[in-house]
């Protein structure tokens, strides 16, 4: 009696909850009508809205393919996601920056609420957009996971990929790739392996990114998995300028939705990568002007957020890059802090507008160094001293670089609150700005 043969295919099925939240509209809500959100409210009192949503790996099973160092992480390109389709909802078609500021952990069981809040657009064509989330069980703090700025109208008209692979581009491997991630604490499932084909020229690499069959990506603008997977290609560059999780995206627009398959193309810029992302047949799917991204620990983060990442320090060569220096610093700062050389208060235009000058860079001491300066005003009055300084500088038709020193703004050991309150203000400039602005 012949008896049958059992195969196992290493495959994972899983049975899709209904993302309907319901009639939302019974409660006085509009429908977000996106697979994240579930409601969406105008503000009565404010031009702005609020969308809502319910996070769970057993709502959202495919989120469970994003782990880092053994934690489920909520993908960067999620926010990407949810902050165009919170633009569209009030107008505001382009995100014109976004900073993840604190990754979100999902539960193994369990959900959490989100939250994303548009701003009014009190002045000009630009609104604030932050997410939040909290855990459903508890009465936790909300915490807040991702910043940025919407826009109206479109930065960008689309880059069309018609011919594929281009001229000059060369196939590169990705056997090792995946492997390659994990052992950095990247481990992504079959969902987020989407990358198909890779190539390469010069310094530009070209991908093709396909979602699995039983993945749906028609209700969403761009796929979180999708351009994330297409982002892996980082992975294969030299060096580890590229390597680690998005963490400050610019000029984000979406010519087209729904795409399942698309190609992609990543060229350098500055610190960051410039992303054009386009569909099958080459017609524009989403342009991305900057992304930059931050490195993950090696050790296992256990499920805890904080950990992901690290503040790391980088020695310069200062022969280097501060070849013919003219130093200046902010009046406030004792005078035995500031270089050997300064001249105190020097207007931030002045020594460069000397004839001759070379490579040179300016030193700010900012007020707080002093020790004198405390209160929220003076941080208010400060960093508003620090992002003037910054705008002249760039405005300018100098091509130097802006070295700006702090002394304990960062880190374990922060004394001084209006220091670390520019610290933020110009890590957001210099993403944005990565070859004219220096922290030290």
Do not use: C, K
């Not at 909300?142 to 109206?152: D, E």
Request: glycine share 10%; hydrophobic share 45%.
């Amino acid at each position: 009696m012949d008896l049958p043969t059992y195969a196992f295919q290493h495959q994972r099925y899983w049975l899709d909850a209904p993302a309907d939240p319901g009639d939302v509209t019974a409660m006085g809500l509009d429908s977000a009508d996106h697979p994240l959100l579930g409601a969406a409210v105008t503000l009565a009192n404010a031009d702005g809205a609020v969308l809502t949503g319910r996070l769970s790996l057993d709502r959202h099973p495919w989120l469970a393919d994003h782990v880092v160092n053994s934690a489920v992480i909520f993908p960067g390109t999620g926010y990407v996601e949810l902050a165009l389709h919170a633009g569209a909802q009030v107008g505001a078609e382009t995100v014109d920056e976004l900073t993840i500021e604190t990754p979100l952990v999902l539960p193994e069981r369990g959900a959490v609420q989100l939250q994303v809040v548009v701003g009014a657009a009190d002045a000009g064509p630009a609104r604030s957009v932050q997410v939040y989330a909290r855990s459903a069980d508890t009465d936790a703090q909300w915490t807040r996971h991702a910043s940025g700025l919407l826009t109206t109208g479109r930065r960008s008209a689309g880059t069309v990929l018609a011919e594929w692979p281009p001229t000059g581009a060369e196939p590169v491997s990705t056997d090792d790739l995946y492997h390659h991630l994990a052992t950095g604490g990247l481990a992504y499932g079959p969902v987020f392996r989407g990358l198909r084909r890779v190539w390469r020229r010069d310094d530009e690499f070209y991908a093709e990114v396909n979602l699995p069959e039983n993945v749906e990506a028609d209700d969403f603008g761009l796929h979180p998995a999708v351009l994330d997977a297409g982002l892996h290609t980082l992975g294969l560059a030299d060096g580890d300028t590229f390597r680690g999780l998005p963490f400050a995206w610019s000029g984000i627009t979406l010519h087209a939705t729904g795409a399942a398959g698309v190609r992609i193309r990543l060229t350098p810029v500055g610190s960051g990568v410039r992303v054009v992302v386009a569909d099958a047949v080459g017609a524009p799917v989403a342009t991305i002007d900057s992304l930059v991204l931050r490195p993950v620990q090696a050790h296992q983060t256990g499920g805890t957020s904080d950990a992901l990442f690290d503040l790391t320090w980088q020695e310069i060569d200062t022969s280097a890059a501060l070849t013919d220096p003219d130093w200046a610093y902010h009046p406030a700062v004792r005078p035995e802090l500031a270089p050997t050389g300064a001249a105190q208060g020097v207007p931030i235009a002045d020594p460069l507008a000397r004839d001759g000058a070379t490579a040179a860079a300016l030193l700010v001491l900012t007020a707080g160094l002093g020790g004198d300066v405390a209160g929220p005003s003076a941080v208010h009055d400060e960093v508003n001293r620090v992002l003037g300084l910054v705008q002249e500088w760039l405005a300018g038709s100098n091509t130097h670089r802006l070295a700006v020193l702090t002394r304990h703004a960062v880190g374990d050991d922060v004394t001084d609150l209006a220091g670390a309150a520019v610290w933020g203000l110009l890590r957001s400039a210099q993403a944005e700005n990565p070859d004219r602005l220096l922290l030290v």
